[in-house]
């Protein structure tokens, strides 16, 4: 029987703990056995693929959704996505969702008193290309506040769905904005000990990038589990 | 020079404005031959409401699917956000085995995503079907205690054989067996 060969193990403290206390609600949702080591088989070097009927016009600019545009600082977010040997992963699907200019998901839960944008959704989606680049418009996320503990306010950010080569790959994350004064304060961004891998999820300032007269832009670069000497290619002996 | 993972954060309370698109209860699937009911619960054994699980699974002949069709989705995959108590369904085919490696087969089984507000990393499971004569030669169930292992296998709820029900239990009595990845 081939032996159970995982993933390259993450290097410590660049991943969350599954329960961590601060932030209140992963206590009573997070395991308390054991994770078991999987197989790597087809089941976990597989996975799916999408293509481009998942997408339609529009879905890579969130700005451009409803008849007005929608208030805010318009912002362009863009950057590659890679697997830890750097190179490309291409037609990964990623999902994005955020809050509005005024910190507003529109969302039957969040009943934050601010108000919600007629013009914006705040949900896009895109495939990366073939050197696994991605971009959209949207406008800037505010910060809004959660009820973690008295006074929790979030960060501004948006969220990431992004699919690689394999379920092994799959990735949900939060892209944050650089100088923003809440993230020492917000539990979920400082769920990761390694400060380094933290602040990897602070996007760019990209003066190059921005729209002269029109936009501010930010990069924001997302590496995918999964390598060439790794399960997700070939079965190991 | 190897890269580091980017890290994970929670898909939080409002993932439907973006993963929505993608939610169903019928898994795209070249047969509709059995119905999964479930729930799942935390460690308080209360429902958790805002969830959503990503099913990952081969056709019956065993081959997982490697491209999309004309919707962009590819066969074998779906997304299923549960409701308001917790609870989530998908009607799908009954996967094939896939081999464990060049020596065994795996029995049939769903992979399974599961991600929630208050998971900063999301979770990795399996379904596996009842009564299949090769759950007995799979390799990852058998390395797993009789207890351990009973949480992965769904149960029969009538006698056609065509209605299951498998709960996704987070913590505590009847822990849910989750995968590291």
Known sequence: MTELSPVN??????????????????VARSPRMPLVMLPNT????????FGPGVIVPKDDDLTAQ???????????????????????VRGALVEVWQANAAGRYRHRVDQHHAPLDPNF?????????????YRFKTIKPGAYPWGNHYNAWRPAHIHFSLFGSGILSRLVTQMYFPGDPLQPYDP??????????RNRLISH???ETTTPGYALAYSFDIVLRGSEDTPFEAPKK | MRLVPTASQTVGPYFFIG???????????????VTVHGQVLDANRAPVPDAVLELWFADPSGQYASRADASGRPCGFARI???????????????????FDCECMQAPHIGVLFFARGLLRHLLTRMYFPGERTNAADPLLQSLSEDRRATLVARNTSASGKNLEWNIVLQGENETVFFAW
């Open chain 2, 19 to 33: 993963m929505g698109h993608l939610c169903t209860r019928s898994a795209p699937a070249p047969a509709k031959e």
């Open chain 1, 9 to 26: 193990p993450a290097p410590p403290g660049t991943q969350p703990d599954f329960n961590y206390p601060p932030y209140v609600s992963s």
């Open chain 1, 188 to 197: 979920i961004f400082n769920s990761i000990a390694d400060e380094k891998a």
């Open chain 1, 121 to 133: 959704t705040g949900c896009g989606r895109m495939l990366t290309d073939e050197d696994g680049y």
């Open chain 1, 205 to 207: 300032f990209d003066l």
């Open chain 1, 66 to 88: 409803h008849p007005g545009e929608p208030i805010g600082e318009r912002i362009l977010v863009h950057g590659r996505v890679l697997d830890e040997d750097g190179r490309p």
């Open chain 1, 42 to 49: 087809i089941s976990e070097r597989s996975g799916p693929v």
């Open chain 2, 81 to 99: 956000a549960t409701d308001a108590e917790g609870r989530f369904s998908f009607t799908t085919c009954m996967p094939g085995p896939v081999p």
